[in-house]
């Protein structure tokens, strides 16, 4: 069972705004930055969102992080095909003196 | 470009080890950590730990303590994971990434290929 909760999936067509939630704890969201990474079938995992909300050069803006309190959200506006993948919320555990993975998100695009 | 790139894959009996390594290429190699992440099959990611290569100074997960040694070797830009005593649950394919750390947050900005290892009799 992670420490970071997740939906297991999620879905909309080309074109919708899909919003993936994280929920956690004092011990890592509610004190320390959200990461979110982008993980394609078959290929190793990707930074799609760093700091809670910041972009790595690269990533389209369709992507949008935000955080409030124990909780984090990636946003996907305008879903497109190639975002059909699993997505990971991260952060690091104070508590746990690690870093801890949400369960990950398949996102699929009808 | 930044690269990392893994060893090959490996099968390993139960009780045996497993050192992984991961070679870096295109950055000052003890500007970064790296971070040691795995992946069960059709699983999520599960963070093992990570060095400092700068000063070889590891920090590890605590379901792996004592089993895990993390190193470098700062002259050929590699780093290895050495997983001993491992079992069927151990199968998994593990990934090394840079570790990039802002003022309130490290993550893992470029990602090795992977190393699939298989615990098998």
């Known amino acids: 069972q992670s420490v970071l909760t997740q939906p297991p999936s999620a879905s909309g067509t080309p074109g919708q705004r899909v919003t993936i939630s994280c929920s956690g704890a004092r011990s890592n969201i509610g004190s320390e930055a959200v990461n979110w990474y982008q993980q394609l079938p078959g290929t190793a995992p990707k930074l799609l969102i760093y700091?809670?909300?910041q972009r790595p050069s690269g990533v389209p803006d369709r992507f949008s992080g935000s955080k409030s309190g124990t909780s984090a959200s990636l946003a996907i506006s305008g879903l497109q095909s190639e975002d059909e993948a699993d997505y990971y919320c991260?952060?690091?555990?104070?508590?746990?003196?690690?870093?801890?993975f949400g369960i990950g998100t398949k996102v699929t695009v009808l | 470009q930044v690269q990392l790139v893994q060893s090959g894959a490996e099968v390993k009996k139960p009780g045996a080890s497993v050192k992984v390594s991961c070679k870096a290429s295109?950055?000052?190699?003890?500007?970064?950590?790296i971070r040691w992440v795995r992946q069960a099959p059709g699983q999520g990611l599960e963070w093992m730990g990570w060095i400092n290569t700068y000063n070889a100074k590891s920090n590890y997960a605590r379901k792996f303590q004592g089993r895990v040694t993390m190193t470098t070797d700062t002259s050929a830009s590699t780093a290895y994971m050495e997983l001993r005593s491992l079992g069927s649950d151990d199968t998994a394919v593990y990934f090394c990434?840079?570790?990039?750390?802002?003022?309130?947050?490290?993550?893992?900005?470029?990602w090795g290929q992977g190393t699939l290892v298989t615990v098998s009799s």
């Open positions: 295109g950055y000052t190699f003890t500007n970064y950590g």
């Open positions: 990434a840079r570790e990039n750390c802002s003022t309130s947050t490290c993550f893992s900005d470029y």
């Open positions: 991260a952060a690091w555990d104070d508590s746990l003196k690690g870093h801890v």
């Open positions: 700091n809670n909300d």
